[in-house]
């Protein structure tokens, strides 16, 4: 079954839950164009409208792995997947050095998986930047791995977007924690957005460091989410948040539209 929260850092310290490992182009955020190692983890806390990677959130008894960089020749390994034989697999994918300027951990939410980061992680950085790729919420996990990340892209989750609660305080809480390291904070926005709810993730920003990057990201649609901001209200956010915060940019989901992952 899929790990829960709770299921998931009780797993192994050794093994990780995964859904994939691929080499490709990150399409998302300031870093898009650079290319990365992906460490896709199993299982999230959310289930957002839009979310892409529905996988994450089904039965995964294999994880796939690629073997040769950007070929797609996957083969399966049974899951949890041993961290050796996980090593072992992506230094083979790192076929030349240079190749990859980053491992991505991503999901689902990867720090549900804090005991499997935290073995994992140190035998990563000794030879790739790493890079998290995170819904921005369980800050209590990053604190006890933010020393060893490179970069951090975090999602502030937008209500009318994810169909979801609000996880404002949770969000404050974690840029706190993440702000010692570099970081970005993205935003996936709708047609149905607030300006409210956008003036809300602009403060929680503002209030850690006005120079944080932020992302205003034009959903993709997907699944029940059907419609993107117009090109109208993207101008007219981005002028909402530029006058708070010195760096806003707006960048949609560039992977799709080169056929990657």
Known sequence: MIPSMERADK?????????????????????????????????????????????????????????????????????????????????ELDSFAGLHDSVSLTGGEPLQHLRSLQALIPRLKSRFPLYLETDGILFEALEAVVDQLDTIGMDIKIPSATGLRSYWDEHRRFLAIAARREVFVKLVLTRDTLEQELETAIEIVREVDADIPLILQPVTP???????????????????????LRQVRVIPQTHKQIGQI
């Open 222 to 244: 997907y699944g029940i989410v059907r419609h993107p901001p117009t090109p109208e209200q993207v101008l007219d956010w981005q002028a909402q948040a530029k006058r708070q």
């Open 11 to 91: 797993a192994p310290a050794s093994h990780a839950w995964l859904v994939e490992v691929f080499s490709a182009i990150q399409g998302e955020g300031p870093i898009v164009g650079t290319r990365q190692i992906f460490v896709r983890f199993l299982g999230c806390h959310l289930s957002c409208a839009y979310c892409d990677t529905p996988a994450t959130h089904t039965k995964q008894r294999n994880c796939r792995v690629e073997i040769s960089p950007g070929r797609r020749d996957f083969v399966e390994l049974a899951n949890p997947v041993p961290l050796e034989t996980l090593l072992e697999r992506m230094f």
